[in-house]
């Protein structure tokens, strides 16, 4: 199964207020790079890298591919791959507090293993796309976490959405 195939309901990034910055570091690491060439200073150099690594491992954030979705089959994350149904114990929007704001995530809890809950399987990744953010962590054994923050869509309706899929099809 192709990943940006799965049909039903998915969730993208888009919010510009995620993006914005991703694109702001990205044009600050081409300019810290540029005065390093043209001063020859390891400064801006190092500078330069830097910025570089971080609008890198952000780039997931301007893409417009399905990140987190769900089908007949069960509920896939980009970088995971796709839980079925009948592995799933809970699906729980938790409130997370982080300095001043509040994170909203989902958490899968898992009845089996996860090798055991995956119908395919995209850990597996090319080393290049290993070192960009993934849409998920395992919070605790057997739980998935996915913060809904840079979604395109609400957590509430996010978590609604996956709720009544997961009761519709976990028979």
């Not at 409130?95 to 293993?113: F, N």
């Amino acid at each position: 199964m192709d990943e940006r195939n799965v049909g039903g309901y998915s969730v993208t990034y888009g919010r510009e207020e995620i993006q914005a910055p991703v694109y702001f570091i990205a044009v600050l690491a081409a300019a810290f790079l540029a005065a390093a060439i043209v001063t020859g200073s390891t400064l801006w150099l190092v500078l330069g890298v830097a910025a570089a690594g971080v609008a890198y491992y952000n780039v997931p954030l301007i893409e417009r591919r399905p990140i987190v979705g769900a089908n007949q089959y069960g509920i896939f994350i980009q970088g995971l791959g796709l839980i079925r149904w009948s592995a799933i114990d809970s699906l729980e929007l938790t409130e997370l507090a982080v300095r001043a704001s509040t994170i909203h995530e989902l958490q899968i809890g898992l009845k089996t293993r996860l090798s055991s809950a995956l119908v395919t399987d995209w850990r597996k990744m090319p080393f290049w796309r290993s070192l960009m953010r993934l849409p998920w962590h395992m919070s605790r054994p057997n739980v998935i976490g996915v913060n809904l923050e840079p979604f395109d869509k609400e957590p509430e309706d996010v978590h609604r959405t996956m709720q009544r899929l997961w009761r519709h099809y976990r028979s």
